[in-house]
């Protein structure tokens, strides 16, 4: 069983910036895809951001340019700049091994003046 657990999220305003970490309970270097992920308060939650095995990475358009996800042995990180009122959300790391995909508890991020 594989932990995954968050950090990094806050309170910030508008235009500010945010990591978040990602900590996993054993080595990442296998997974597949390893993926940030949100939910705001009555929506469906959605991909922000994405990393192969490879290094290839995939950022829908409402943060492109502004997010950017790295990893390394054990952890994967997501930095967000030029935080936006609609970036408020709980964001949450995926990892995607061959035998299955596992989720953190989520970090709180609030963008607000």
């Known amino acids: 069983q594989v932990q995954l657990v968050e950090s990094g999220g806050g309170l910030v305003q508008p235009g500010d910036s945010l990591r978040l970490s990602c900590s996993a309970s054993t080595s990442i270097v296998s997974a597949n895809t390893m993926g940030w992920y949100r939910q705001a308060p009555g929506k469906p939650r959605e991909l922000v951001a994405l990393?192969?095995?490879?290094?290839s990475t995939n950022y829908p358009d409402s943060v492109k340019g502004r997010f950017t996800i790295s990893r390394d042995i054990t952890k994967v990180y997501l930095q967000m700049n030029s935080l936006k009122p609609e970036d408020t959300a709980v964001y949450y790391c995926?990892?995607?091994?061959?035998?299955?995909?596992?989720w953190g508890q989520g970090t709180q991020v609030t963008v607000s003046s």
């Open positions: 995926k990892i995607n091994f061959r035998y299955g995909d596992y």
């Open positions: 990393i192969a095995s490879g290094g």
